[in-house]
């Protein structure tokens, strides 16, 4: 992963996370995060992806395959530690510098709990992609910024493509270079890319240096107390005390890394920091760092310093010998690259077996790269190595998540992201207020975000900038802040448009980050009225204010205790309540948007929020629409979610880490104010893609007690039509799972569930008396899990509805077995199944021994006049089952005149086959058009015609038979619905 900077319990070497003997204590391995995939080769655009994986191939000694953007080396091979320090006569030294090595990899190579949660596990010794480095100069980084287009991202020259390996080489004039200065803005991957050359330095492959010491320069501004450099060096490393003593007097090659030079005020004159040329002299430790790069301190050491762009001129250029700059994956092979490598590592899709789970790596892969071949906006969001790792999380919540954890959800990979980019930063270290870097996005960028979610817009002029950050009313202080932040995190959340006439504005880099910013923006309570800004100012004045006189009063009293006193008292106890109520109204204004906008109206019928965001990763298959042609209406349904997920509380923990705080009261208050709005709109009948929005919202919400009042009313759930994936099947289960009440009627028809689906939902189909699985991929595995679903002792079902599902011989068998052992079925519809004669013979076989089912639907099976006769001759024993269903059958009209005579009031059996009775007409006539006009799209065509025709001449005939009008009537009505059916079926218009 990606960060600007190491906070102090991030960091390996940061205060108290040494420990004797240079291991790594428990809490700097568990705050470790992960490192992105590197690359080391040069990438000719022209190349394939395919055929950039088989360069992947020729690995490398150690199992390492290093791809670095831009030039290629060959020359770098691993190499021992022994052979690289030739000059180090004392054995004891040798030894140090081995187990600092070890300490060391142990350290970078851990990865975070965000890492572990997402994904598969991935070591910086093992395949990587590198960021772009581009060697810069003073003049550059100081000029007025280039327009930012995507030209200028994506397309920059590859002319001064520098390797890490290559940093340290001579300049221009010929001259050594000591110092290098290698910055970036906020997600390009300046960290990660210290982390392995680190990492590199610890397995021999970075010959040049034989020591390498790590320093966090967020770390170090928290010791103002004089320290000397090599008490500093053993304080942090323990097992180089032995070594420190020879660092002056040896002509050891020494490295030190600085990371996040911004975090440190460094002052370079004279006045104000004094020459130091003894290591062992106690001196703050920001005149160490000024001393080191001014070669005036161990003057033979190799530093690299690593900084945001504001913080580059705080280092006078005479002490600087190189400038490098990380333009992250500016060549979109890159991206393609660290996608591939990324998704299709093994055991990415969480399970054991290869098989399908690797195809539908491979089309997610595919899919991608054609996405960004395109150079659209996801391109220009993966301009930043940092929402590369964002699309590959997302990709793996979406998809690879095969048991989702209750906790996880869509908001905390958002929320982890923000922590892993900028926790523990700052805005401007050298600013009194020390703003947090997340709290000053909110405030701005969140402001730009929610009015356009607000006037439902995603693109964004120069004006609508100036206008949210407010230019003309700042002062310097804020002007710096602003210039900060443009020069630091800009491009982090804002990009320029790809789309044709649009160049000059600016989008969010990921479609969803605007609506997580804009309900941060409202959730922080910075949407406020000037009342409500005025009332919290005021009631912590007074509140102080009447603390102080309360004190007075209560020694007054005691001296004279006058009458009027317990009045003042009370009365000076009422203002700061009074102003409290006031600022908290935005409580209920918060709730009052979240609600509105989660029921908005216009965004109806929309694909559900996992959809929209699946699109917005992978794009939309198909022909894309003319650049003339009208966009849809943004429809921004993620806001309101955003909102309920940001109040969970292990989200508001996270944000309090960046410096963005919520009460647990203003969350409480919060959700009391949104209950019975949300409850009361979540009862009326929503469509299934806004429902489940819905109950992703409740996922989201993380509020068990709250989701348990919502969902106690929900007594229907239709989800028809509704994707349902792993994720959206683990949602379901978990937000049904907080209550135990009966559903009357739940509708997963046409969700393309399978046998896992079933698994997954195990727990709530348990609950649910009308069960619709028809129009899905239930195949015998999937009847495996009904026939357990039905024998269950706790099994509530009483109608299954299993239409037009791949149910087959053997899924017939798992079914008979379920009905001879369910006590609760009384419907079954096994409509359009392939059952055929084997199929519907073992039903027959183990029907006898049900005794409540009283409807069984086996039409469209392909059956014939024994299996037809079997299975009704059966029914007429049973005591329960009156009605068979055995329409669109191989049934031939012997075997229709024997099931016609098998009369109710004989048999106490009725056994639907067609359309007539005798010389009447069948009362259920209307019930098997329907059900054929249903089915329509899903039957074979040329079969159905056949039928139609058959059930024609049959209505003739009978009709020809009788003699009564009324009858005659009737007949002719019916004809008339075959007719007209039949008609539509040839042209094709049904």
């Known amino acids: 992963m990606w960060r600007a900077g190491w906070c102090q319990s991030c960091l390996p070497w940061a205060q108290g996370s040494s420990v004797p003997g240079g291991c790594p204590s428990p809490a700097a391995l568990c705050n470790l995060w992960l490192t992105p995939a590197r690359c080391e080769a040069g990438i000719p655009g022209s190349y394939s992806l395919r055929k950039l994986l088989r360069v992947s191939s020729i690995s490398h000694p150690r199992g390492c395959v290093r791809y670095q953007g831009g030039s290629q080396d060959h020359s770098v091979q691993p190499r021992s530690p022994r052979h690289g320090t030739p000059q180090l006569r004392n054995v004891a030294s040798s030894e140090a510098i081995k187990k600092h090595q070890r300490s060391l990899a142990a350290w970078f190579s851990h990865q975070p709990n965000e890492e572990r949660q997402f994904g598969p596990s991935f070591s910086l010794d093992a395949v990587h992609v590198d960021p772009v480095i581009r060697e810069s100069s003073l003049e550059q980084i100081l000029k007025p910024s280039p327009d930012l287009t995507i030209q200028n991202q994506l397309q920059q020259s590859c002319s001064q493509v520098i390797s890490l390996q290559n940093l340290f080489d001579v300049d221009a004039c010929g001259r050594q270079v000591k110092n290098v200065v290698l910055y970036g803005t906020v997600g390009t991957g300046k960290s990660t890319l210290i982390k392995k050359l680190v990492v590199d330095w610890c397995h021999g492959r970075l010959p040049r240096f034989e020591l390498v010491i790590p320093f966090s320069c967020e770390d170090l501004s928290h010791s103002h107390a004089p320290i000397s ?63 080191l790069l001014r070669k005036y301190l161990l003057p033979e050491a190799s530093i690299i310093v690593t900084t945001r762009p504001s913080a580059v001129r705080r280092i006078p250029g005479k002490y600087v010998g190189r400038y490098a700059e990380i333009c992250g994956f500016s060549d979109t092979n890159l991206q393609k690259m660290y996608f591939q490598m990324r998704l299709s590592q093994p055991g990415c899709s969480g399970e054991s077996s290869v098989g399908s789970s690797s195809g539908e790596q491979e089309d997610l892969v595919e899919m991608l790269s054609r996405n960004l071949e395109r150079h659209n906006q996801i391109a220009a969001a993966c301009f930043l190595p940092s929402y590369c790792w964002l699309v590959c999380t997302t990709l793996h919540f979406l998809y690879f998540s095969r048991t989702v954890p209750p906790s996880q959800t869509l908001t905390g990979i958002y929320t982890s992201f923000l922590r892993l980019n900028f926790s523990g930063e700052v805005l401007d270290s050298t600013d009194s207020t020390k703003i947090s870097m997340m709290k000053y996005v909110a405030k701005t960028v969140g402001k730009l975000a929610y009015e356009g979610v607000m006037s439902r817009k995603t693109c964004f002029s120069e004006d609508d900038l100036q206008q949210c950050f407010e230019v003309e009313m700042k002062t310097e202080r804020e002007l710096n802040l602003l210039e900060v932040f443009r020069s630091d995190v800009f491009r982090f959340f804002l990009t320029p448009c790809v789309q044709p006439g649009k160049e000059h504005t600016f989008v969010f880099t990921i479609p969803a980050m605007q609506e997580y910013l804009a309900a941060l923006y409202v959730v922080l309570g910075e949407k406020k009225s000037l009342a409500q800004r005025l009332g919290k100012e005021l009631s912590e004045v007074i509140g102080k204010v009447s603390e102080d006189a309360v004190i007075l009063l209560n020694i007054i009293s005691k001296v004279l205790p006058l009458r009027f006193l317990p009045v003042l008292f009370n009365l000076l106890k009422i203002f700061p309540r009074y102003f409290s109520r006031l600022s908290g109204k935005d409580r209920d204004a918060i709730a009052h948007t979240m609600a509105e906008e989660l029921f908005k109206e216009e965004d109806y019928y929309n694909d559900d929020v996992l959809d929209q965001i699946n699109f917005s990763i992978l794009g939309v298959e198909g022909p894309m629409r003319h650049p003339d042609e009208a966009s849809e209406d943004e429809v921004f349904e993620l806001f309101p979610i955003f909102m309920g997920g940001i109040l969970s509380r292990r989200n508001r923990a996270i944000l309090e880490q960046l410096g963005c705080s919520i009460k647990n009261l203003a969350a409480f208050e919060i959700a009391k104010a949104m209950k019975k709005t949300v409850i009361r709109k979540g009862r009326r009948g929503l469509p299934p893609s806004e429902l489940m929005d819905y109950l992703f919202f409740l996922h989201e919400f993380q509020n068990e007690r709250f989701t348990a009042e919502a969902i106690r009313s929900l007594r229907t759930v239709n989800l028809s039509s509704v994707k349902m994936t792993p994720l959206k099947c683990s949602v379901l289960a978990s937000v049904m799972g907080t209550t135990c009440h009966e559903v009357e009627e739940l509708n997963l028809s046409s969700c393309n569930l399978d046998a896992r689906s079933l698994r997954i939902l195990f727990p709530v189909l348990l609950r649910c008396k009308a069960l619709h699985l028809q129009l899905n991929s239930l195949g015998s595995d999937a009847c495996k899990e009904i026939r357990d679903l039905l024998l269950h002792d706790k099994c509530l079902v009483s109608s299954l509805r299993l239409a037009n599902n791949p149910v087959g011989e053997q899924g017939a068998q798992y079914l008979a077995e379920a009905l001879a052992g369910n006590r609760s079925l009384t ?152 007719k007209k059916m039949l008609g539509k079926l040839q042209h094709g218009t049904l």
């Open 229 to 291: 450099l090599r008490r500093l060096i053993t304080k942090k490393y323990q097992h180089l005390r032995d070594l420190v003593p020879v660092l002056g007097a040896s002509n050891l090659k020494v490295l030190f890394i600085l990371n996040g030079l911004e975090r440190l005020d460094l002052d370079f004159r004279l006045a104000g920091t004094e020459l130091c040329c003894d290591p062992s002299e106690p001196v703050p430790p920001s005149a160490i760092v000024v001393n």
């Open 827 to 978: 419907h079954l519809s096994l409509l359009h199944t392939a059952l055929g004669d084997q199929g519907v013979e073992v039903i027959a076989q183990h029907l006898a021994e049900n005794q409540h089912l009283q409807e069984l639907n086996l039409g469209y099976n392909s059956l014939t006049d024994a299996a037809a006769l079997r299975v009704v001759e059966v029914a007429k024993k049973h005591s329960t089952l009156d009605k068979v269903h055995l329409y669109f059958n191989d049934i031939s009209e012997e075997g229709k005149r024997v099931l016609h005579n098998l009369r109710m009031d004989r048999d106490g059996v009725r056994a639907l086959v067609f359309l007539t009775a005798g010389t009447d007409v069948s009362d259920y006539w209307s019930h098997i058009l329907s059900v054929v006009q249903r089915n329509l799209p899903f039957w074979d065509r040329e079969r159905v015609l056949q039928h139609l025709t058959l059930i024609l001449q049959d209505l003739e005939s009978s009709r020809r038979q009788t003699a009564n009008p009324w009858r005659k009537a009737k007949f002719l009505r019916v004809e008339s619905e075959v």
